[in-house]
Nanobody, 125 residues
Framework: QEKLEESGGGSVQSGGSLRLSCAVS?????????LGWFRQAPGKVREGLVA???????IYSDSVKGRFTFSQDNAKNTLYLQMNSLKPEDTAMYYC??????????????????RGQGTQVTVSS
């Protein structure tokens, strides 16, 4: 069983919306210091999008603030990423991730080795 499993990606036109889901194993969901999402486009470095710590503090990257919204369902051990006003530059593979390092922010979550297989998001103009 995968520890982190994303779903919900697809192809949309510019301005459209998608909601990504991530099923998280119980141990990761309850024990990780940091949970979040990052993305990686072909030929580009990982870009952290959002991170949340156990205290519930949520930090968004400037590139998605106001357009993307993170949420979680504690009963289902599931993370969500609601993406609105999508742009062609949002095209990438999207990953949910967990981390146990000291810091919890989009930069740290993008550097973790604990991630799912990813789900592709393609936004056409």
């Amino acid at each position: 069983q995968e520890k982190l499993e994303e779903s919900g990606g697809g192809s949309v036109q510019s301005g459209g919306s998608l909601r990504l889901s991530c099923a998280v194993s119980g141990d990761y969901f309850h024990d990780a210091f940091c949970l979040g999402w990052f993305r990686q486009a072909p030929g580009k470095v990982r870009e952290g999008l959002v991170a949340i710590n156990p205290g519930g503090r949520t930090i968004y990257s400037d590139s998605v603030k106001g357009r993307f919204t993170f949420s979680q369902d504690n009963a289902k051990n599931t993370l969500y990423l609601q993406m609105n006003s999508l742009k062609p530059e949002d095209t990438a593979m999207y990953y949910c991730a967990a981390d146990w390092s000291v810091y919890c922010d989009p930069t740290s979550i993008s550097a973790t080795n604990y991630r799912g297989q990813g789900t592709q998001v393609t936004v056409s103009s």
